[in-house]
């Protein structure tokens, strides 16, 4: 009797694995959902940042060669992230 009962408990233990699999799924699927509706709706104002960020190169080239005024690429950074955040204000925290 023993035996017929230790048989059965890798199943149980894989059955509740691949619930807690298909929950974890659920919900990252839902984040997903949600972030990508964010996502269009700020649509316009990520392009804008975009734009702005298109004289990136040129800081990064000024970053190599050390020069002072890399220091502007500070502002830029700050704005992107703040736009990111603004769409999942709750991933910041996992980073902290």
């Known amino acids: ?53 298109g004289y990136s190169e040129d800081l990064v080239y000024r970053f190599y060669h050390q020069s002072f005024k890399v220091y502007r690429i500070q502002e830029l950074t700050e704005r992107i992230v703040a736009q990111l955040q603004g769409l999942a204000p709750g991933l910041s925290e996992q980073w902290n």
């Open 1 to 53: 009797m023993k035996t017929a009962l230790k048989a059965k408990q890798p199943k149980s233990r894989l059955a509740n694995y691949e619930l807690q699999r298909a929950r974890l799924f659920k919900v990252k699927m839902a984040q997903e959902t949600k972030l990508l509706k964010k996502i269009k709706k700020k649509l316009g104002k990520l392009e804008e940042v975009l734009r702005f960020v």
